[in-house]
């Protein structure tokens, strides 16, 4: 398997995910290929009987498995973008998460290689490697997506390899698990109100779904990281699971982002994904009502999967404690 030197540069092309699945394979734009496409990365069984212990050997091969059958092999490069209504296009533009998007999906490739070269397992290697190759692919359909509509982003910071691995794969794992939660939630909110074209929408589809992917691989490494160390490092372990934990709401709820005045990410929204129901509908949506929302999706997003394969657990949780506080009520017209 390629290696990667981080004193230089990561190439902007890296080799196709595992399995001889070559990214180009939907060229022709054929529906029936794209279909079957977008089926086989939504729906997937492991074939042997029995339960998946994490940890055992069984579980690794399925998660990895899992991973690889169902990549999508959509190429950024062929998406039309659609024609947007200057009403549109404003509502797209003005969005506060193109810098951060971007940067985000940087930082996460460089961190997702990093900690793969350090796997001495083979399965998860690939399967990890697999999504930082993804990572790189969101970044390119976000790169499109500026181009096409005319965003204008802050120059790009240098992303320098992660001195510690493992703590850099724990932040953008748990990360994804937060933001992809609530991504579910106001992309349906986004669908349901017609606040930007259905084209739009529908073109992000396949981004969507394979964040769904990219947090069931990280909670499924997680497990079977957990089951595989011994009580000493899985006590010290923990107590890093909870700092990262930390890290995060510390970050999300803006104190990390208020100490960045005057850097041009800091005029960007680190917290989108958990405040920005208005931004993607006209309606007046409750926040007991996006949590509802979001349970369901999350719910339905997964459900084409193996029920034998653990799912993110603590951001659905916190939801479901926050509802039993949370008055719900109808949407309202703004």
Known sequence: MQQ???????????????????LGALDGGDPAAIAAADH????????????????????????????????????PSIIAWPHLSPDARDRL?????????????????????????????????AAIEQNGWEEWRHKQVLSDLVAAYGIALAPEPPYPPPRDTEWAYLVTGFSECIDSFFAFGLFELAKRSGYFPAELVDTFEPVI??????????????????????????????MRVAAVWAFLIWERIGIARGM???????????????TGSAAVSDADVSPGELMA?????????????????RRPTT????????????RRRAPRPA
């Open 4 to 22: 990667y030197s981080f004193d230089r540069p990561l190439p902007e092309t890296l080799p196709p995910p595992p399995g001889g699945l070559l």
């Open 40 to 75: 086989a990365a939504r729906h997937w069984q492991w074939p042997q009987p029995g339960p998946l212990a994490p940890g055992s050997a069984a579980h690794r091969q399925a998660a990895a498995a899992m991973f690889r059958e169902t990549f999508n092999p959509y190429k």
């Open 93 to 125: 533009t003005g969005l506060p998460i193109w810098d951060i998007a971007v940067q985000t999906e940087g930082k996460a490739r460089l961190r997702m290689l990093a900690y793969a070269q350090a796997q001495p397992d083979p399965d998860w290697r």
């Open 209 to 238: 779904q394979e964040e769904t992917r990219h947090i069931l691989l990280f909670a499924n490494w997680l497990a079977a990281h957990r089951a595989r160390l011994p009580l000493h490092r899985r006590v010290w372990f923990e």
């Open 260 to 274: 960045d005045d005057g850097k041009p990410a800091a005029k960007q929204d680190n917290s989108f994904t958990l």
């Open 293 to 309: 929302i979001c349970l369901a999706e999350n719910t339905r997003r997964f459900a084409g999967y193996d029920a034998r394969l």
């Open 315 to 326: 951001t659905p949780a916190l939801a479901r404690l926050a509802l039993r506080f949370l």
